[in-house]
């Protein structure tokens, strides 16, 4: 899917800027172009399909060119960044694209450090090769494309893995045409306390940790654009959210109700359906549910055995169909 989106997003915007790092922009066509070369230097390297290709290199340019073109030879990118080396110990990768001083010696494995300079052109050294990538495989809606790592709040960081069925079914919505911007609580804040102008905003999506009310309620005094909730867990790949016309005060009080093609089902410690208004441990299945975990952490304990994903959440369904949290389990 990734190879599709990079190669029309170069044909519809080639000239446009699809990544911004300080002075470095790289163009769509830059990103469809150069991630070709990589992909062709994985393949040469012997990165074969089904691979995967860990990516412990900081934000920038080099990890979405890395990251598409880890893609576009149908290997499954596991990206690390550079916070979190040890979940290399998770993996079983085929090759490491990492960054000068972010990784100790890895004795035993294909790592390829890139030249990259804070600040700098993009450099991708050895990895990239001036030839066409491998032809695409034939579409497998089972074949794995992603490993992403839940937060780890609530034990050791568990990888999750998503094929192209899944990814196929986590659709990018782009609502009203708007500029949206995206963030935890916590980054929201951090640009909320900045004070910058941002003229063409239209709405914007809280995710990833429970928001408090007072966020909520700045965001919207100070940009006056709808603030919306969402909740998903790592497993279950689509989840709930408020929307932009709900009444302003939900995003205050509830994560909203599920989307289309998501079921959310409350149920006590026996696995016993709840009615509404009563407490229990929140449930999601979806289409876009994980195919299941990297490793030795066993998948049973967390699908129930209708396909629905054990979130680990607590919470309450009202009689509007809005999910309330109120803690873990």
Excluded: W
């Excluded at 929307?243 to 009080?253: L, T």
């Excluded at 009615?275 to 299945?285: C, F, P």
């Excluded at 959440?313 to 803690?327: A, E, I, K, Q, W």
Aim: charged fraction near 25%; proline fraction near 10%.
């Amino acid at each position: 899917m990734l190879r599709l989106l990079a190669g029309e997003a170069a044909r519809r915007f080639g000239g446009r800027s699809a990544v911004v790092t300080g002075s470095t922009v790289l163009t769509f066509a830059d990103l469809d172009r150069l991630s070709d070369q990589v992909a062709a230097g994985l393949a040469h390297r012997g990165t074969r399909v089904g691979d995967v290709v860990a990516l412990a290199l900081p934000d920038g340019p080099e990890f979405v060119i890395c990251y598409v073109a880890a893609a576009k030879i149908d290997a499954v990118t596991a990206g690390i960044g550079t916070e979190r080396p040890e979940l290399l110990a998770r993996l079983d990768p085929a090759i490491v694209i990492t960054a000068p001083g972010v990784l100790p010696p890895l004795p035993g494995l294909d790592v390829v450090t890139l030249p990259i300079e804070r600040g700098g052109p993009i450099r991708l050294g050895s990895l990239c090769r001036r030839e066409p990538p491998p032809p695409p495989f034939p579409p497998d809606p089972a074949r794995p494309v992603v490993i992403t790592f839940t937060s780890g709040r609530t034990g050791p960081p568990k990888g999750v893995v998503f094929g192209n069925r899944q990814l196929e079914a986590i659709k990018v919505i782009r609502e009203h045409g708007i500029e949206v911007l995206r963030g935890t609580p916590y980054q929201l804040s951090r640009i909320l306390a900045c004070g910058g102008d941002l003229p063409d905003l239209a709405l914007i999506l809280s995710s990833g940790a429970p928001a408090p009310p007072k966020l909520i309620r700045a965001l919207r005094t100070r940009y006056r654009v709808p603030v919306c909730n969402r909740y998903i867990c790592p497993e279950a790949g689509l989840g709930l959210g408020t929307r932009p016309d709900d009444p302003p005060e939900d995003a205050e009080v509830c994560v909203g109700r599920p989307g289309d093609g998501v079921d959310v089902s409350i149920r006590n410690a026996d696995g016993r359906v709840l009615s509404d208004e009563d407490e229990g441990e929140v449930l999601l299945r979806s289409e876009a549910v994980m195919s299941g975990y990297v490793g030795k952490h066993t998948d049973h304990a967390v699908f129930a055995r209708d396909g629905f994903i054990r979130t680990g959440d607590r919470g309450y369904l009202d009689h509007t169909g809005r999910l309330h949290l109120v803690g873990r389990v």
